[in-house]
């Protein structure tokens, strides 16, 4: 009885050995030049389609909105550095890096939040609540977690 030839290689000759029952295969290259480099052509292609819609889309963004993303790079861009640091050089106060990489990590979220409560577009998400009430949420959360990252210090 001859074996299948598996899946992956489609083109296989298998000749069967007389009385022994096994196969012998010989695989042809089945490559076809051009084929992978047309795939990453073609990704790359919409992955450049993709940045140039987000690029354009973005700069209808509102002022107010450009500026807290530029602020929540900020803090990622601060808690990568507090994760390299306690990394490289070491972590000898523990709760002092613990206290500051949650204070990034929180403050990154509630950031977060109050991008996603005063956006144009969530508005429908969030009709009881106005910016200026997302904003004072905003500082009553920011006030709390300071408060317990200056605590958990000593």
Request: hydrophobic share 45%.
């Amino acid at each position: 009885m001859a074996k299948k030839a598996p899946a992956a290689v489609p083109s296989t000759t298998t000749t069967s050995v007389a009385g022994s029952g096994t196969s012998v295969g010989a695989a042809a290259p089945a490559k076809v030049p051009g084929t992978m480099k047309a795939r990453w052509n073609g990704v790359l292609s919409s992955v450049g389609q993709t940045v140039t819609t987000v690029v354009k889309n973005y700069k209808a963004t509102p002022q107010r909105t450009k500026l807290l993303d530029a602020f929540l790079a900020f803090i990622a861009v601060v808690g990568a550095i507090q994760f390299v640091y306690c990394v490289l050089v070491g972590n000898f106060p523990f709760n002092a890096f613990l206290s500051g990489f949650s204070a990034t990590v929180g403050q990154f979220v509630l950031t977060v939040s109050l991008r996603i409560q005063t956006t144009e577009a969530n508005k429908a998400e969030f009709p009881s609540i106005s910016p200026e009430r997302a904003f004072g949420d905003y500082v009553v959360g920011s006030l709390i977690l300071h408060f317990f990252c200056i605590n958990f210090i000593n």
